[in-house]
């Protein structure tokens, strides 16, 4: 080892290079700069309605059971199956969903958060 010492502008100088190098990696090899496909989240079960999360969110097993007087925002058709959150295929009887990590949700079921799936229908 030697006993030199690095300049700050020397250093500044390689760190820039260094980021430089970044996206020109990329634009070299395409399939590297493309993201990693999400693994496949832990199958932990079938969500509990009575666990604090899903209360909070006031997510139900059966859509068609909602409570009107307690959530006015939910209208006929909404079901997780087609909201966004939900990333199973739309005609899975469950699958999981992005808020409840872990966990299946029933595709039948409904929570407060739910927003319809870009190009899904109502039903």
Sequence with gaps: MSNETISRRTLIKGALVGLAAVPAAALANPQAA???AP???AA???LDPAS???KALGYVHDANKVDPKANPMHKAGQFCHNCVQWTAAADAPQGPCNLFPGKVVKGGGWCKVWALKPGA???
Excluded: S
Aim: net charge positive; aromatic share 0%.
């Design 34 to 36: 493309k993201p990693a």
């Design 39 to 41: 693994a496949a989240p």
């Design 52 to 54: 604090p999360q899903a």
């Design 121 to 123: 229908k109502l039903g």
């Design 44 to 46: 932990g079960g079938l």
